[in-house]
């Protein structure tokens, strides 16, 4: 089947790359034009494992192609899906629409007799239907005699991990009001349903609330256990035994139990602020969510206060080295990354900060003015009085601990993601403190 794609980013190339790879032909259209550039070139805008190779394998087998025009891209596309950003809208919490929309509008002037047209982008209750209602008044205004049908297709990939996530998902939800729309979806995920992955038919609305509903739950359940791990920092506890505990309760289940710095990345904050709002909007407040929304605001500004304790109190003029800036491992993207709170605090009280990210640079170097750029951990903390670990990228759950300190002037060592045993920090000449476990001091 042909299929267009409206937006290349994480989510519109993973997702166009993928159904080339299930055998469709997939034109993906970007407005920028340097990102389409690249991709014709067979480069990656971004970081995300084995995109490159997918990418280069269906570009040749002629089956993906880029392009920045949207009546070429769509022409004979049986569905266009709409992938383009809905950052939070400035002032409201709400989500900004305003991409979605532009596409929607601009669709109804290419699309062909019948076309579905997907809206793939996290959206509002009731984004789906407008969607429909902005193609048919555009269609009115111009005069132009087609048919087309909607269908809401949330997706659930997450960075680092997209490729085996959209491969093998969990689930597919496909929200539809319509058969014709229900039988071409079906059509795009058979290869799917060949590996046996479910793929839930329901109406537009309860697809939308999914979406919101599944992000919502994950933000509050890292909430939870950074609670737990505030807890047992209070009462002598080790949170990852409760966690471990506590997930091997099949209700439970022991994933997004990791205590950590708060959660960040480019779609749980936005996706419970918009949750929120809707909730608010529509007189049926989601006070659970609201008050993760802010447990996980706070959390991140006292990551700053510990990583000052652990200083004697204060960080002016302390030279500090932090490991990690992207919101999780295996990912370059920046937003919304609790290191954008922490960095810039420890800046701002006195510190001098040196940083280093496998892949977050590029992105980083804009938005955490201040610090000073390393290539590898040994030499970001040379000379620092303190280590503070933020992302567990894997070079960084791997180092020589004993050489790390070694290379330092003093001996603290924030481990935000509770990567190494209390015991080795302290065997190795530290001052270790981590989330929701016993700090500990150097041994003799
Ligand atoms: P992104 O900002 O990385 O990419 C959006 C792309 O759309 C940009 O390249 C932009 O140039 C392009 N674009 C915008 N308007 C356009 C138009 N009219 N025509 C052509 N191109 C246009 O966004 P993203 O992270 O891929 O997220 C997209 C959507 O998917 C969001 O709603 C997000 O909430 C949702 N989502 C994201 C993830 C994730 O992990 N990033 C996971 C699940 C769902």
Known sequence: MRIAMIGTGYVGLVS??????????VVCVDKMAAKVDTLRAGGVPI????????????TAAGRLSFTTDLAEAVKGARAVFIGVGTPTRRGDGHADLTYVYAAAKELADVIDDGAVVVTK?????????EVGRVIAERLKETGREISFEIASNPEFLREGAAIEDFMRPDRVVVGVESEAAETVMREIYRPLSLREAPVMFTSLESAEIIKYAANAFLATKITFINEIADLCEKVGGDVKAVAKGIG?????????????????????????????RIGQDHASPVRIVETVMSVNDARKRRMVDKVMDLCGGSVNGKKIAVLGVTFKPETDDMRDSPSLVIVPGLVGAGAQVSVCDPQGRKEGEALLPGVTWAEDAYEAAAGADAVVLLTEWNEFRALDIKRLRQV??????????????????????????????PDVTPAD
Do not use: Q, W
Not at 16 to 25: I, L, R, T
Not at 122 to 127: D, K
């Open 16 to 25: 166009g790359v993928c159904f080339s790879d299930f055998g469709h032909e």
């Open 47 to 58: 970081y995300e494992p084995g995109l490159e190779e997918l990418l280069t394998r269906n």
């Open 121 to 129: 982008s996290t959206v509002p209750v009731g984004t789906n239907r």
């Open 248 to 276: 091997m309760d099949g209700r439970i289940g022991s994933k997004f139990l990791h205590a950590g710095p708060g959660y960040g990345g480019s779609c749980f904050p936005k996706d419970t602020s918009a949750l929120a």
């Open 408 to 437: 330092m002037s003093g001996n603290g060592f924030a481990d935000l993601r509770n990567v190494y045993a209390p015991e080795d920090a302290a065997a190795a000449g530290f001052r270790y403190v981590s989330i929701g476990r």
